[in-house]
């Protein structure tokens, strides 16, 4: 009882993420997304894309990385993407101090389990960290496509920003990241990002 009573309060616990807004909005644009939102439609995308991997993945655990890879946010808050004030050092002890706090809610072992997928998330040196980066940094970026570049255009965000962020795109999916390139570069034909 001790197990599943520790399994459901963590259960309850990242309930939360669904109160931690991004500054993206649904492909809709009918309001910005949350974190929840986009846990689940990265899980989708891995499902979906993985054939796109450069190597081949472990589909349940580059899922699972990517379902548990935000939950810091529950206590650390969401940093926008070209938010370069709010990524600075302290982001990333906020993270680390929410991840000691969340993840010790799970019994031991899957503790540990959790725990170790998210450090590999944030290493991202395996071939499933690699490829969950590149739909981490993805979809945020397809949204804003069908939104028009709402969120861009709303931050004043430039195409050598997103470059920048994607730039390393390609060792997790060279295929998603030549795709992505051409992209770029309509949205800002399209105007909805500046040519910078």
Known sequence: MDRLEQQLKFIIEVDKLKSIIRQNYLADGSRKED???????????CAILAEYANEEIDLLRTMKMLLIHDLVEIDAGDTYAYDTTGAEQSKRERELAAADRIFKLLPEDQAAELRALWDEFEENSTAEAKFASVLDRLQPFLLNMASNGRSWKEHGVTKSQVMGRNMNNHEGSKVLSDYQY???LQEVKKGNLIDE
Do not use: P
């Open 182 to 184: 051409k992209m770029i």
């Open 35 to 45: 974190d929840a939102d986009h846990s689940w439609h990265l899980a989708l995308m």
